[in-house]
Nanobody, 125 residues
Framework: VQLQASGGGLVQAGASLRLSCAAS????????MGWFRRAPGKEREFVAA????????YYAGSVKGRFTISRDNAKNTVYAQMNSLKSEDTAVYYC???????????????????WGQGTQVTVSS
């Protein structure tokens, strides 16, 4: 299984970025997909998750209303649209996958099976 994240960069506060994660080696539509991040000096934290169909999503409180997770099962890709970026969003962002059919909130605190390599997002204030 490979998860290839892309789309990170350096932006100013208030700007937007769209992250993508292309998956291969798995039956994509059978997997819940998620985004996590690790800020400098901090532990990795959950950002967002989307269930297999895209009909259920869940967000960390710190990004709710600013970030949108979506997926395209025909392209084996999950996205994170990040708007109104803040300096505290600066982190390495990782996509992850776990097989399952439950709604997204169930997986926020559960173990994930596969991880991508990460893409750096830096927001300057």
């Amino acid at each position: 299984v490979q998860l290839q994240a892309s789309g990170g960069g350096l932006v100013q506060a208030g700007a937007s970025l769209r992250l993508s994660c292309a998956a291969s080696g798995l039956t994509f539509s059978s997997y819940v997909m998620g985004w996590f991040r690790r800020a400098p000096g901090k532990e990795r934290e959950f950002v967002a998750a989307i269930n297999w169909s895209g009909g259920s999503t869940y967000y960390a409180g710190s990004v709710k209303g600013r970030f949108t997770i979506s997926r395209d099962n025909a392209k084996n890709t999950v996205y994170a649209q990040m708007n109104s970026l803040k300096s505290e969003d600066t982190a390495v962002y990782y996509c992850a996958a776990v097989r399952g059919l439950y709604d997204a909130p169930y997986y926020a605190t559960r173990p994930w099976s596969y991880w991508g390599q990460g893409t750096q997002v830096t927001v300057s204030s």
